[in-house]
């Protein structure tokens, strides 16, 4: 990271969308939003703000992640922290989000700045981006959002625990169904 980048990496790492005294912070909404436990939000924020940084330094265009679309898309929402200082202050231009178009041609596109983006990482912050944030390849697009008071979210990796916990409790409540029968049926037949 060269001296420019560095000033501008200190500026991005104090800044937080709005107000620092509110009852819900911004940090709090990204929790309720997204149902991710606090210290994921916290990194999750801290690679928002790498990515600005690539945004503003690398010399390409970038893609985010997944997790860092998802930071991105909620500090959209703070408009006047947005475009009044990120943009003209920190970062010197207006970085627009737009979405893809889904034609072969912008996905392709986009895998390439995602590549590209991921080598930048490395090159400026001299490691390479954590693969619980930035996976190898971009996300495919399947996500959707879920009202948490309504739906119950079992994350994928947690579905072979949840089958095999059911397996046992229905294997465990067969056998007492079946030792019950014995019992009552040796009872009254015995």
Same mark, same amino acid.
């Given at each position: 990271?060269?001296?420019?980048?560095?000033? =501008?990496?200190?500026?991005?790492?104090?800044?937080?969308?709005?107000?620092?005294?509110?009852?819900?912070?911004?940090?709090?909404?990204?929790? =309720?939003?997204?149902? !991710?436990?606090?210290? %994921?939000?916290? &990194?999750?924020?801290?690679? #928002?703000?790498?990515?600005?940084?690539?945004? &503003?330094?690398?010399?390409?265009?970038?893609?985010?992640?997944?997790?860092?679309?998802?930071?991105?898309?909620?500090?959209?929402? #703070?408009?006047?922290? #947005?475009?009044?200082?990120?943009?003209?202050?920190?970062?010197?231009f207006d970085?627009?989000?737009?979405?893809?178009?889904?034609?072969?041609a912008d996905?392709?596109?986009?895998?390439?700045?995602?590549?590209?983006?991921?080598?930048?990482?490395?090159?400026?912050?001299?490691?390479?981006?954590?693969?619980? %944030? !930035?996976?190898?390849?971009?996300?495919?697009?399947?996500f959707i959002?879920?009202?948490?008071?309504?739906?119950?979210?079992?994350? =994928?990796?947690?579905?072979?625990?949840?089958?095999?916990?059911?397996?046992?409790?229905?294997?465990?409540?067969?056998?007492?169904?079946? !030792?019950?029968?014995?019992?009552?049926?040796?009872?009254?037949?015995?």
């Amino acid at each position: 990271m060269d001296d420019l980048q560095g000033q =501008r990496w200190d500026k991005l790492r104090a800044m937080t969308p709005g107000d620092a005294n509110a009852l819900v912070t911004f940090e709090d909404k990204l929790i =309720r939003q997204t149902g !991710w436990p606090r210290l %994921f939000a916290q &990194a999750a924020f801290d690679e #928002y703000r790498k990515f600005l940084l690539l945004a &503003a330094t690398a010399g390409h265009p970038v893609s985010p992640s997944p997790a860092v679309d998802e930071v991105w898309h909620l500090h959209l929402l #703070y408009t006047r922290h #947005y475009w009044d200082l990120l943009c003209p202050d920190l970062l010197g231009f207006d970085l627009h989000h737009e979405p893809a178009t889904g034609a072969a041609a912008d996905r392709d596109k986009l895998n390439d700045w995602y590549a590209t983006t991921l080598d930048s990482y490395q090159r400026i912050f001299g490691i390479a981006p954590p693969a619980e %944030f !930035w996976p190898a390849k971009p996300s495919s697009g399947q996500f959707i959002r879920v009202d948490a008071e309504r739906s119950v979210v079992l994350p =994928r990796r947690a579905w072979g625990a949840a089958i095999v916990a059911t397996g046992v409790a229905l294997l465990a409540l067969l056998i007492a169904l079946v !030792w019950m029968w014995i019992l009552l049926y040796g009872r009254t037949h015995g």
